[in-house]
């Protein structure tokens, strides 16, 4: 049997999200006393609030704007459920189902802090179809992010009840089929436990967590095809010697320059700074042009360029855990001291913030990429290699193709990179006027992640490709020489001009994967 992460005692990590989103780790709420009497203590208080005829902000009321009207009691608890069927209006391609699990799994994890007096029953039934595989289908766009993700959320706690529709055992079938088949029954919902399914940020945190996992592994990618490349071009690696990123002090500067190192650790392909100063003595001796002792920007300053990409991604996934692991419902239930505070935990700003924040180092993530792919590809400043990567050039025309493709993804995302949270638009009657477009932002970051790894991609092909134009595979360092066997295995040398869409399309899947012995940091 699986482990299963115990909801309600675990603290989730990313990976934990991941573990769970993409590759169907088991959550089951602990079992400890102490968090079911605290999920039990706000139930319990709860519903004698409501028993004394306390007027509770979405329990007995309306909510947003309708907060004004009071619910009589044998409406209350059924306007739990029919508040879902008005969210169900999302539109655009189905999400994938890694972010919705994500996203069940995160609702789950706030709702079993204690704070949003629900019934030990929900958060069961929410990890009960997460296990099963039953993942509700959930149109791309509706979310604001302001007062939670309120649509998407609202399709996944319609679920529950056995409404809408899932994706269950490879195909989309009716809630209440897949249900009955997993041996499910629905449930009914009580006091609050409709709003406190959707008054959250789970759907773009669950998105957000993948996007962190998967932007790190594409910086390992972009620094295994730059540490390649550096190779292939017989380059110098001196600007990455620890002494000039110490005297810098930046901590993603000096991380980069370490992981560079790493990768060339043992290599006889890289130039040598010390022989080109001594070739431009001979040359200055002789009267003729002095040679250039140093490479261009793109090879001679990454660790200075991409270093604050690991920088932003440490910043954001501290944000998303804290995120994940936080109580972002309204109303708070604190039970203990017999308060209800209405505030604005389902706000999003910080995800926000991290992903607009990390889409602006994608773009320079590819457009670094792009730089690279313009030194190996042109003749003028390759230090040798064929004109476009040709194995015959003239009757080949090498990776002219590849480098129009990798510009493509550069400018697209560049475009993507437009921060989400500059355009907030006042919406439900103005009760929601400012919102924070957390799930545009998480969402437009996997928009540009995927093409960024696409780009990184074609990167790692065009660096495989000098490798062996340039006949130093077997002088590689030790680390490189495991991603270049790696790449070797998905993709063959292009002794003559070829499609190469499949070739990019595993390299891509194997980096998100870690499948090309990429260092870690």
């Known amino acids: 049997m699986k482990t299963a992460f115990a909801v309600g005692e675990h603290r989730f990590s990313v990976g934990d999200i991941v573990a769970v989103g993409r590759a169907g780790a088991l959550a089951r709420l602990s079992r400890r006393p102490l968090v079911r009497r605290r999920i039990q203590s706000a139930r319990d208080w709860l519903v004698a609030a409501v028993n004394r ?282 039970a203990a001291r017999g308060r209800v505070y209405h505030a604005g935990n389902f706000y999003g700003g910080h995800i926000a913030r991290a992903m607009d924040g990390l889409k602006l180092d994608l773009a320079t993530l590819a457009n670094w990429s792009n730089a690279l792919m313009a030194v190996l590809v042109d003749d003028r400043f390759s230090n040798g290699l064929p004109p476009a990567l040709a194995a015959r050039p003239g009757l080949d025309t090498g990776w002219k193709g590849m480098q129009l493709s990798m510009t493509s993804l550069a400018c697209a995302v560049r475009q993507l990179a437009s921060p989400s949270m500059l355009h907030p638009v006042p919406t439900e009657q103005h009760n929601q006027d400012m919102v924070s477009l957390g799930v545009h932002a998480a969402l437009t970051a996997r928009d540009a992640l995927d093409c960024a790894r696409d780009a990184v991609s074609i990167l790692l092909l065009a660096a495989c490709q000098a490798v062996d134009l340039r006949g130093c595979a077997g002088r590689l360092g030790a680390s490189t020489g495991k991603v270049y066997r790696g790449l070797r295995a998905l993709s063959r040398f292009a002794d003559a001009d070829r499609p190469l869409d499949d070739d990019i399309a595993r390299v891509a899947q194997a980096v998100r994967d870690g499948e090309l012995a990429l260092l870690d940091w």
């Open 53 to 334: 005829g306390e007027v509770l902000y979405g329990v007995n009321t309306g909510v947003g704007t309708n907060a004004v009207f009071l619910l009589p009691p044998d409406q209350a608890e059924r306007f739990q459920e029919t508040n879902l069927e008005q969210l169900c209006c999302g539109t655009g391609a189905p999400l994938h189902p890694e972010i919705v699990r994500a996203a069940m799994l995160l609702r789950a994890v706030t709702l079993a802090l204690g704070y949003s007096a629900v019934r030990v029953e929900l958060i069961e039934q929410l990890l009960r179809l997460l296990n099963a595989g039953i993942t509700p289908v959930v149109p791309r766009h509706g979310s604001v992010g302001a007062s939670g993700d309120l649509i998407p959320s609202g399709y996944v706690g319609r679920v529950l009840l056995g409404k809408g529709r899932v994706q269950y055992r490879g195909r989309v079938q009716t809630a209440r089929r897949a249900l009955a088949a997993a041996g499910i029954a629905p449930i009914r919902l009580s006091y609050k436990e409709g709003l406190a399914l959707i008054n959250g940020t789970t759907f773009m945190t669950g998105a957000a967590a993948l996007v962190v996992a998967d932007a790190e592994a594409a910086l390992r990618g972009f620094l295994a095809a730059a540490a390649l490349a550096v190779e292939a071009l017989g380059a110098s690696p001196e600007p990455y010697e620890e002494f000039v990123q110490k005297v810098k002090g930046h901590l993603g500067q000096k991380a980069v320059g370490s992981h560079l190192r790493g990768l060339l650790a043992g290599s006889g392909a890289v130039g040598s700074t010390a022989e080109l100063r001594r070739r431009a003595r001979a040359e200055k001796s002789a009267g003729r042009a002095a040679v250039n002792i140093q490479s261009g920007y793109s090879v001679r300053c990454i660790p200075q360029g991409i270093g604050p990409m690991y920088e932003t991604l440490a910043a954001a996934r501290a944000v998303v855990e804290t995120e994940a692991n936080s109580a972002n419902d309204n109303p708070l239930i604190d």
